[in-house]
């Protein structure tokens, strides 16, 4: 099994747990990951390269899910327009890159741990997950879990992953915080703003970015 691995802040959670259900499952020996930025894992998966990923929502419509996702209830600090710099789409990005066009937000796009380090040094920006939710009063998906084949297995880990919270370990904060240059500190307060439960308001929020995705 090949799983595309999106190595944000925003899935070490995930990978973590992953790491830990891998090890204690038939799965671990057929285990493999591919790692990429959104948009190349959106266009791995499309092209069967990759049998399961937290693909882009613009991306997943037509696919295969379990209730897993990348969700912001309010703000999320890692999804920006930065008003002052010229219009520019983020290449990693694909759901982002939408979005502020659904909001009619100008300036150059940022996604992932690079836009987490801009708003913790910054405050001229525009939260889009904010800024969707202040107007439609709704969360925002901006991916899902999505697979090919073997259903069973990835309900397993919906329903496995959902049913503790994911403890991280001191020295895997450090070591995500070496490679991010994102304090352990502001990793944790960050993942505060991280939900991965797709339920009834999350599928509300998807299915409104969906219609005003289609406007455009």
């Not at 920006?80 to 290449?91: A, G, Q, T």
């Amino acid at each position: 099994m090949i799983f595309g691995k999106i190595e944000y802040l925003n899935l070490l959670p995930f990978h973590l747990f992953m790491k830990r259900f891998s090890r204690s499952s038939q799965e671990h020996a057929s285990m493999n990951y591919k790692k990429n930025v959104p948009a190349k894992i959106n266009y791995e998966f499309t092209n069967r390269r990759v049998d399961a990923a937290f693909i882009s929502s613009i991306a997943a419509k037509k696919y295969k899910h379990v209730n897993l996702g990348i969700i912001a209830k309010k703000e999320v600090q890692s999804v920006l327009v930065i008003p002052s710099r010229k219009n520019k789409r983020d290449k990693e990005s694909a759901s982002s890159n939408v979005l502020a066009q659904i909001l009619q937000q100008n300036g150059e796009v940022l996604i992932g741990d690079k836009a987490l380090k801009y708003a913790l040094k910054n405050d001229d920006y525009i939260d889009l997950a904010q800024l969707w939710h202040e107007k439609h009063q709704l969360p925002f998906v901006f991916a899902l879990l999505c697979y090919h084949k073997d259903k069973k297995l990835y309900k397993k880990i919906e329903k496995t992953f959902l049913k503790k919270e994911q403890k991280i370990p001191h020295y895997m904060l450090q070591i995500a915080s070496k490679r991010t240059g994102v304090s352990p500190k502001d990793i944790l307060e960050y993942l505060t703003l991280i939900s991965y439960r797709l339920d009834n308001r999350a599928k509300q929020g998807l299915k409104k970015f969906y219609m005003e995705a289609k406007k455009r």
